[in-house]
């Protein structure tokens, strides 16, 4: 069965400070990743997703993420964090034969301004 | 832009009362998906529909059911409600290359929380 494992349950950060957001995956076949964001009273929405390719992808607010398949990793980054980027984000996995989507526990940053 | 809508935020059930929770997507995608998120335990898949009335069971299936008559509106059912399944309910549309796989892609509607006395 597939898995996520998304290492920190909750990073604190000064304004400016870079960001690392560790996400491990557990499947052997094809997979495409994705990481959603979730700020405070919002649905959760896209950041970012990798299919196929360059394995480093560029989401949405100077997030990218790359993947690493021999370590199993999507690592979310960001250079220097804003006091807007306070959310909850999740890693996701789609395996290639299946319709869903399977998440992590969630990572809760906190940018102190 | 993608429009999930999920009929309720906010519902109070007593246990033992069964409840409805709908979502209507208007982008004519294929698939639609209700998790539930609790936390420190991210989203888990309760059930998923690939086309009308086409319906899968998804990690956490046990005292939910589901309904998809038509392709824009996906219901989630709780027979008996229990103190247990007090959560945020989200529901998720994502649309189809070809035959069950989607790009993968979720659209979230803003959820549904839900809490049983």
């Known amino acids: 069965a597939q898995s996520v494992s998304q290492h920190n349950h909750h990073v604190i950060l000064s304004e400016a400070a870079s960001l690392e957001l560790g996400c491990n995956y557990s499947?052997?076949?094809?997979?495409?990743l994705f990481w959603y964001v979730q700020y405070p009273g919002q649905h959760l929405q896209l950041l970012l997703k990798?299919?196929?390719?360059?394995?480093l992808v560029k989401g949405i607010k100077g997030f990218e993420a790359e993947f690493i398949k021999s370590k199993f990793s999507f690592n979310l980054r960001k250079p220097s964090v804003q006091w807007s980027d306070t959310a909850e984000y999740f890693c996701?996995?789609?395996?290639?034969?299946?319709?869903?989507?399977?998440f992590g526990d969630g990572t809760t940053l906190t940018v102190k301004p | 832009d993608v429009k999930v809508t999920q009929s309720s935020r906010y519902l109070v059930k007593r246990t033992g009362e069964k409840v409805f929770l709908e979502c209507v997507q208007d982008?004519?995608?294929?698939?639609m998906f209700w998790y539930r998120q609790d936390p420190g335990l991210g989203l888990r898949l309760i059930y998923f529909?690939?086309?009308?009335?086409?319906?899968e069971k998804g990690d956490i299936p046990e005292g939910y059911s589901v309904s998809r008559e038509k392709k824009e509106r996906f219901s989630l059912i709780l027979e008996s409600a229990s103190t247990n399944q007090t959560s945020m309910y989200l529901c998720?549309?994502?649309?189809?290359?070809?035959?069950?796989?989607?790009?993968?892609?979720?659209?979230f509607g803003e959820g549904s929380r839900l809490t049983v006395l």
């Open positions: 998720a549309s994502s649309p189809r290359v070809s035959g069950r796989i989607s790009t993968g892609e979720l659209f």
């Open positions: 499947y052997g076949g094809t997979v495409n």
């Open positions: 990798y299919f196929s390719g360059d394995p």
């Open positions: 996701a996995l789609r395996t290639s034969n299946a319709g869903k989507s399977t």
């Open positions: 982008m004519d995608h294929e698939n």
């Open positions: 529909s690939y086309d009308v009335k086409m319906k």
